[in-house]
Nanobody
Framework: QVQLVESGGGLVQPGGSLRLSCAASGSGFSIYTMAWYRQAPGKQRELVATITPVGSIVYADSVKGRFAISRDSAKNTVYLQMNSLRPEDTAVYYC????????WGQGTQVTVSS
């Protein structure tokens, strides 16, 4: 059974940076599309970025030019580098693995506040 464990969240000032990590257990990491989603209080969960097994990337318009998704198949890990953070980026960030019915991580809180 696949498990996804996120880390790297926290409190950061506006304009700051954070790097989220998502470590996947189990086999087959390299053949699945991976993604980051986020959910702010009172809002629906939204897609932040996706990365396919061959490295094709899609970003939400709200994070283009500020966030970067990457993956390391040797470490079974996907990353989200977040720069120039804004208060509106405050949310719980979730890692997602495609394939079948999909697999979600437990989420990590990111708070952007002065």
């Amino acid at each position: 059974q696949v498990q996804l464990v996120e880390s790297g969240g926290g409190l950061v000032q506006p304009g700051g940076s954070l790097r989220l990590s998502c470590a996947a257990s189990g086999s087959g990491f390299s053949i699945y599309t991976m993604a980051w989603y986020r959910q702010a209080p009172g809002k629906q969960r939204e897609l932040v970025a996706t990365i396919t097994p061959v490295g094709s990337i899609v970003y939400a318009d709200s994070v283009k030019g500020r966030f970067a998704i990457s993956r390391d198949s040797a470490k079974n890990t996907v990353y989200l580098q977040m720069n120039s953070l804004r208060p509106e980026d405050t949310a719980v960030y979730y890692c997602y693995r495609g394939g079948g019915s999909g697999t979600w991580g437990q989420g990590t809180q990111v708070t952007v506040s002065s």
